[in-house]
């Protein structure tokens, strides 16, 4: 019997319980100008004018203890931004403006500004302004050299060409877009497994070709130009960003009610760390693949008529790009092979 995430001290039916709770007490502030209630990657906002405001706000979780660890504090920025573009992008729209909020129990002004690079660095890889943030002194409440961010973005799209996965039928084709590793998801697990210990963090893994250190951090990435340039030339149907919850939670969240997909195991070409990780955590294959990415970053939903052209082009604009399933009725996700 291996760790699960549960082990590990997340209890993701809690987190399911907690969104059910809050439904009710957010949905009784919902006007006419809301699109959709919670469960989407982004709130949909319409201003009246054509345009839809697409919002969304995440952190980076406990992947920020390794950059205590190393005292890398340059890449975790990146991550904070990408979490929350890439939800955002999901519905086709561009991010145009990002906030962020950092905490510490004392500030020190030269890992501030090492966190802020990054952040300007993801906002400039999504193609969006870093217009201000809050940076919160609070003596006591966090352990010395710790600290804890998150962001909040804001894209705008043209109804009309508005992604919100409604169109979605079975038989339709299922494209994964490859992760750069771990991203921001399944950390408290990984720090089961992995010591957080610079010693550890150090060490240069062969199967990896980097230091375990260096595979924590590398940042999470960035789908904003690929998917805004494949949904001007393509009619994308649903996108889905695997964040918390792997595969088995976020990709039905962009199917209508009544469908569900084949997933067709070995059709990507999986990182090696997801390897390392599952053996040692002797994971189930379900729960790996409701915990951690495992090499997709964002699964997009395509008629069969185009999906050749749309993985060919994927590919060509830089992303390693697959056929990884297949739209099915029936609810839920069936892992094949």
């Keep these: 019997?291996?760790?699960?995430?549960?082990?590990?001290?997340?209890?993701?039916?809690?987190?399911?319980?907690?969104?059910?709770?809050?439904?009710?007490?957010?949905?009784?502030?919902?006007?006419?100008?809301?699109?959709?209630?919670?469960?989407?990657?982004?709130?949909?906002?319409?201003n009246g004018n054509?345009?839809?405001?697409?919002?969304?706000?995440?952190?980076?979780?406990?992947?920020?203890?390794?950059?205590?660890?190393?005292?890398?504090?340059?890449?975790?920025?990146?991550?904070?931004?990408?979490?929350?573009?890439?939800d955002v992008v999901c519905h086709g729209a561009k991010p145009m403006f990002f906030l962020d909020y950092i905490a510490t129990g004392k500030l020190e002004p030269e890992v501030a500004?090492?966190?802020?690079?990054?952040?300007?660095a993801g906002c400039r890889e999504a193609g969006c302004a870093l217009i201000g943030g809050e940076t919160a002194e609070m003596p006591g409440f966090?352990?010395?050299g710790e600290y804890d961010m998150a962001g909040f973005c804001v894209g705008g799209v043209e109804r009309e060409k508005l992604i919100n996965g409604s169109r979605i039928t079975a038989g339709d084709v299922l494209i994964g877009l490859g992760s750069s590793g771990i991203h921001s998801n399944g950390f408290?697990?990984?720090?089961?497994?992995i010591s957080m210990e610079k010693k550890t963090l150090n060490t240069h893994i062969h199967a990896l070709g980097k230091t375990m250190g260096e595979e924590l951090l590398t940042p999470t990435r960035i789908y904003v130009k690929s998917?805004?340039?494949l949904a001007e030339r393509f009619d994308i149907k649903g996108a889905a960003h695997i964040t918390g919850g792997g595969f088995i939670e976020n990709i039905p969240r962009i199917f209508?009610?009544?469908?569900?997909?084949?997933?067709?195991?070995?059709?990507w070409d999986?990182?090696?760390?997801?390897?390392?990780?599952?053996?040692?955590?002797?994971?189930?294959?379900?729960?790996?693949?409701?915990?951690?990415?495992?090499?997709?970053?964002?699964?997009?939903?395509?008629?069969?008529?185009?999906?050749?052209?749309?993985?060919?082009?994927?590919?060509?604009?830089?992303?390693?790009?697959?056929?990884?399933?297949?739209?099915?009725?029936?609810?839920?996700?069936?892992?094949?092979?």
Aim: proline residues 2%.
């Design 1 to 46: 019997m291996g760790y699960t995430y549960k082990d590990a001290g997340v209890d993701v039916e809690a987190g399911y319980r907690a969104v059910s709770l809050m439904k009710k007490h957010a949905e009784s502030t919902f006007n006419a100008h809301v699109l959709q209630g919670l469960g989407s990657f982004g709130g949909m906002y319409d």
């Design 50 to 86: 054509g345009q839809v405001l697409v919002a969304g706000t995440d952190g980076v979780g406990t992947k920020l203890k390794a950059a205590f660890v190393m005292d890398r504090h340059d890449t975790v920025g990146i991550d904070c931004v990408a979490m929350c573009v890439n």
């Design 113 to 120: 500004a090492d966190i802020v690079k990054g952040v300007a």
């Design 142 to 144: 966090y352990s010395e």
């Design 188 to 193: 408290s697990l990984v720090r089961k497994l």
């Design 227 to 229: 998917l805004l340039s």
């Design 256 to 267: 209508p009610k009544g469908l569900g997909a084949d997933i067709e195991l070995g059709s």
């Design 270 to 337: 999986m990182p090696p760390i997801f390897e390392l990780l599952t053996d040692e955590a002797k994971l189930e294959t379900k729960d790996a693949y409701n915990t951690f990415n495992m090499g997709i970053g964002m699964v997009l939903a395509v008629d069969p008529g185009i999906a050749d052209d749309v993985l060919f082009e994927a590919r060509n604009i830089g992303e390693k790009s697959f056929f990884i399933g297949t739209v099915k009725k029936g609810e839920g996700i069936r892992l094949c092979g």
